[in-house]
T-cell receptor, first 111, second 113 residues
Framework: GQSLEQPSEVTAVEGAIVQINCTYQTSGFYGLSWYQQHDGGAPTFLSY????GLEETGRFSSFLSRSDSYGYLLLQELQMKDSASYFCAVRDPGATNKLIFGTGTLLAVQP | ETGVTQTPRHLVMGMTNKKSLKCEQHLGHNAMYWYKQSAKKPLELMFVYNFKEQTENNSVPSRFSPECPNSSHLFLHLHTLQPEDSALYLC????????????FGPGTRLTVT
């Protein structure tokens, strides 16, 4: 089966840098996605890594190491509005349109 | 706004009621999804439609019945639900093909009494 593990909660202060880790176990691998969900809101797509290395998009970066079955989301210059849940997801190798999500990491940014 | 709308946003229904959730996407996508999100649990995929054809039914009980009349609209018909079905139901859409990037609607918060 497929599974993803993330820390349940992370706390950081405004202006800091925080890293949210994700480890996965899949029978086949087609890339790692990250989504953000504010309380009461819709999940929104943040990034996708198919190859090893770091992808940067503004204050957010995402990293993947396929040999370690591991990735992380890096948030820099934290702002209060970054307080949200963050989910990693992988594609089910047996189904083109199926994503499997982690349990999510609740990030609390404090002043 | 993600281009995916859902109605109603909140729904309270008794166990003997019948209701329907509606989803509409304005993105020109060909794949649409229903997810269930319960507290402390990962997003659970329920159904996938690709070009109006159901391609995935993730062992969902028959009291949930999806309908996809065209690529822009998706319904979830509910009947004789159980209290444990109370959750946030999210609709999403994506381009056809490998769909690592999905666009979600705001969800319907369902409470079954």
């Amino acid at each position: 089966g497929q599974s993803l593990e993330q820390p349940s909660e992370v706390t950081a202060v405004e202006g800091a840098i925080v890293q949210i880790n994700c480890t996965y176990q899949t029978s086949g691998f087609y890339g790692l996605s990250w989504y953000q969900q504010h309380d009461g809101g819709a999940p929104t797509f943040l990034s996708y890594n198919a190859l090893d290395g770091l992808e940067e998009t503004g204050r957010f970066s995402s990293f993947l190491s396929r040999s370690d079955s591991y990735g992380y989301l890096l948030l820099q210059e934290l702002q209060m509005k970054d307080s949200a849940s963050y989910f990693c997801a992988v594609r089910d190798p047996g189904a083109t349109n199926k994503l499997i999500f982690g349990t999510g990491t609740l990030l609390a940014v404090q002043p | 706004e993600t281009g995916v709308t859902q109605t109603p946003r909140h729904l309270v229904m008794g166990m003997t009621n019948k209701k329907s959730l509606k989803c509409e996407q304005h993105l020109g996508h060909n794949a649409m999804y229903w997810y269930k999100q319960s507290a402390k649990k990962p997003l659970e995929l329920m159904f996938v439609y690709n070009f109006k054809e159901q391609t995935e039914n993730n062992s969902v009980p028959s009291r949930f019945s999806p309908e996809c009349p065209n690529s822009s609209h998706l319904f979830l018909h509910l009947h004789t639900l159980q209290p444990e079905d109370s959750a946030l139901y999210l609709c999403a859409s994506s381009q056809d093909g490998p769909s690592y990037e999905q666009y979600f609607g705001p969800g319907t918060r369902l409470t079954v009494t």
